[in-house]
């Protein structure tokens, strides 16, 4: 944005870490949460006193969106209780950000539908990348998450509706908006993102919970071929999120059989079972009936079964590191 009004946007990547400003407002990142210091109001409603143009506006209101999304991101890694707060407040503020643009963007007539086409075509692909940065929540979170998009998409059929064309002689207003559009996008992809999609993101691990079901050799070669593993357990906590998760789905293959050698018990990485995780056998369990030599998370524990069953699977791999630049 060059006139003379309008901030300029910095770079996600190289943004302070405590506050940021927008339009004149000052804003700080504190536990995960945003925190306006002058007043959502202003961003929208101070046109009056500053004259804050349109493009403004927009532009700032999608970015804050973006920080929104991405501070949602980082509260799912919160306990529960605590996640559910942070999530609704967020939601809250996003619902509020949206009213107050929306009521003050004005409808302008003329139209220049080539321009107008590519501003659609951009926001439609701003929305799209923010909604695959929220992590899928599990339970009483799902709600939060439908809401937000719900949010998003209501907002981009408002401001679809309401921003109309500029006349032809305000062509390189519409031209600034569609090149600041590109850059938001662009600064937007930059950002880490921990797991792929439709992964869960646990310990600086990522988890791939199957929908549907294969053998216990098929279920490792579809974990080698999204360069993961079939779940190894490391830790207690490890284990009590995959139990409880698994347990909802029905049986779920580990990475763990005692294929080469009956009653050693390998990880498929090849290292021992550990004497320590020899408490989550279910009682009389491992008992190898009929060649029983993979090993599924079944009820409150482990099983050993029959490794050409079909069921439902986990894989494993290593988060991706946030880098700078």
């Known amino acids: 944005m060059s006139d003379s009004t309008e901030a300029k946007m910095q770079p996600l990547s190289s943004m302070d870490d405590d506050e940021l400003m927008v339009s004149g407002s000052r804003y700080s990142i504190k536990s995960s949460r945003l925190r ?173 919970f199957s929908k549907s079901q294969r053998n216990w050799n098929d279920a490792v070669t579809a974990c080698k071929e999204v360069k993961a593993q079939l779940v190894i357990i490391n830790s207690d906590e490890e284990q009590t999120f995959l139990q409880q998760t698994s347990k909802a789905k029905g049986p779920t293959w580990m990475g763990l059989s005692d294929l080469k050698k009956e009653a050693t018990w390998l990880w498929v990485d090849g290292s021992t079972l550990s004497s320590r995780f020899q408490k989550y056998w279910n009682r009389g369990e491992p008992n190898n009936i009929g060649e029983e030599d993979c090993v599924e998370f079944a009820g409150d524990g482990w099983n050993d079964s029959k490794c050409e069953l079909k069921k439902f699977w986990i894989c494993k791999k290593s988060a991706t590191p946030c880098t700078e630049g």
């Not at 007539?109 to 321009?115: L, V």
């Not at 869960?200 to 691990?205: A, D, Q, W």
Request: some cysteine; hydrophobic content about 40%.
């Open 36 to 208: 306006p210091n002058s007043g959502i109001k202003c961003l929208a409603g101070c046109s009056g006193h500053s004259q804050v143009p349109l493009v403004l506006q927009l532009l700032s209101f999608l970015f804050l969106a973006g920080l929104l999304l991405i501070i949602l991101f980082q509260v799912s890694k919160t306990p529960n209780t605590e996640r559910q707060k942070e999530q609704e407040k967020i939601l809250q503020e996003l619902t509020q950000l949206t009213d107050e643009l929306t009521s003050r963007i004005p409808i302008s007539q003329g139209k220049n539908e080539s321009m107008q086409a590519k501003i659609t075509e951009q926001l439609m692909q701003l929305k799209t990348e923010l909604l695959s940065r929220i992590p899928i929540f599990q339970g009483q979170n799902e709600s939060i998450q439908e809401k937000i998009s719900e949010q998003l998409m209501q907002l981009k059929a408002e401001l679809l509706s309401k921003i109309s064309s500029f006349p032809v002689k305000d062509d390189s207003k519409q031209e600034k908006i569609y090149q600041q559009l590109v850059q938001m996008k662009t600064e937007l992809f930059r950002l880490c993102r921990l797991c792929p999609w439709d992964w869960t993101f646990l310990l600086g691990n990522c988890y791939f």
